[in-house]
């Protein structure tokens, strides 16, 4: 009984679900597909994908979600150019990896960042979930960015934030976003798993 109005519940969300988060599904998950398998054209999804969020962010009131959607399709163009000439030969770049102490002067600008968005989005706007939000937009902002620069690491960092954006987005009633995060998360998993393969 209590199955079948989950289950009930759930298809009834989906057949709700607007095009736009269609829109934003398919072209996400084409990405971080491209993404594993270091692919450069997953730029080109992830700007097209991110660029919708904006929109739809910015109507669920998850403002700083929605100006992480902005970054994300600025250093989408980043990426897309590093992937293809950002080595010092201006050839495509290879997968390189950082050391422990990096990745822990990263988590400390990340901290850093976290707290006065959360503390700003908490008492200055109608953000939902302030706090949660903006350590997720702390950290994807470093995590986008070593991507841009094919760091190992930042499938780590994703595997974490992915699995928080389950959370927020199934919180504002957006469970197809909430079910690609899920699926972003596995493939996160995926993602790492294939570059530390190239790199042994």
């Known amino acids: 009984m209590i199955l079948s109005f989950f289950s009930d519940s759930l298809l009834s969300a989906f057949y709700q679900t607007s095009v736009t988060e269609w829109l934003i599904f398919i072209t996400a998950v084409i990405y971080v597909i491209l993404a594993a398998i270091e692919n450069v054209w997953c730029w080109l999804f ?46 495509e770049l290879s997968i390189s990896s950082f050391s422990i102490q990096k ?3 990263l988590i400390f600008i ?7 968005f959360g503390y700003m ?13 903006a350590f997720i937009t702390a950290f994807s902002i ?21 699995g928080l954006s389950i959370a927020l987005y199934a919180y504002r ?16 998993v995926t993602g790492y798993l294939s570059w530390r393969k190239k790199t042994t």
Not at 69 to 87: A, E, K
Request: proline fraction near 2%; include cysteine.
């Open 46 to 91: 992830g700007i097209i994908s991110s660029a919708l969020l904006v929109y739809l962010c910015f109507t669920g009131h998850l403002f700083l979600e929605s100006g992480l959607n902005i970054f994300y399709v600025i250093i989408g163009v980043y990426g897309w150019y590093q992937w293809l000439h950002g080595s010092e030969e201006k050839t």
């Open 173 to 188: 009633g957006f469970y197809l976003i909430a079910l690609l995060s899920v699926i972003y998360t596995l493939l996160s």
């Open 121 to 133: 989005a908490h008492h200055y706007s109608t953000q939902v979930l302030p706090y949660l939000d």
């Open 103 to 105: 990745n822990i002067f």
């Open 142 to 162: 470093i995590a986008t960015w070593m991507q841009a620069k094919k760091i190992l690491e930042n499938w780590l960092y994703w595997i974490i934030l992915n």
């Open 110 to 116: 990340g901290m850093i960042i976290w707290l006065p």
